[in-house]
């Protein structure tokens, strides 16, 4: 499989350019700050992905078996206001009123996305225990996730001297054969209530 994103990064960081363009650090400092670029010549643009990034996007289809995948510039807010904006769409074209079933502590996005697009919402609360309870299934949420991706340096073992885990260029592109979750940092009891609650 080609990489595209990181060829080119390490095309251009090898190249040694005076850099007139953000971020602020100027490819100055440890690790991977000589790769951070912004969309300059030939780095292409999520808004019209035809070069690196939209060959990366195609790739990671073909990784992850879907149709089509795209990337998020700003994380989680992004991706939730793209996916409220298609409820909307598609209520919009069958011509229904969009209704979304939410949590009360839902990401500060949602609340605005879902007001600024005209959704309705109906917020749903746990009886207890942190979980929303209906035939054969625990619904539940957390503040960020329960589980999460494992970092890179969990396939590859690699972990500098100061104990602190770090991303390196030449780590990348990492392509596990199987992907692997963790459960994060804090939600333990959660997850151990959830565990009890489904038994």
């Known amino acids: 499989m080609k990489t595209p ?13 005076v850099r007139l363009h953000m971020p602020g650090h100027k490819g ?3 690790g991977a700050d000589a790769f951070d670029i912004t969309e300059i ?37 992004l991706a939730i206001r793209a996916m409220l904006w298609l409820v909307s769409a598609k209520a919009k074209r069958d ?28 917020w749903i609360f746990p009886d207890g225990g942190g979980y ?16 999460s991706l494992v970092d890179i340096e969990d396939y590859q073992g690699g972990m500098p001297e100061s104990g602190k885990a770090r991303w390196k260029l030449d780590n990348l592109p990492c392509i596990p054969t199987e992907f692997r979750f963790e459960l994060r940092r804090g939600e333990i ?9 489904g038994r």
């Open 132 to 147: 929303l309870e209906c035939p054969g299934y625990l619904v539940t949420w957390a503040f960020g996730h329960l589980f």
């Open 5 to 17: 994103v990181c060829d080119f990064v390490r095309e251009y960081a090898s190249k040694n350019p």
């Open 28 to 30: 100055e400092g440890d």
């Open 41 to 77: 010549d030939g780095a292409d643009t999520l808004f019209v992905n035809s070069g690196i990034l939209g060959e990366s996007q195609k790739n990671a289809s073909a990784l992850f078996g879907t149709a089509k995948t795209l990337y998020s510039a700003e994380g989680s807010s």
């Open 95 to 122: 011509g229904t009123c969009p209704l979304v079933l939410a949590g009360r502590n839902a990401h500060k996005v949602f609340t605005g996305t879902a007001a600024l697009l005209g959704i309705d919402v109906k």
């Open 189 to 197: 009891l959660g997850f151990a209530g959830l565990v009890g609650a």
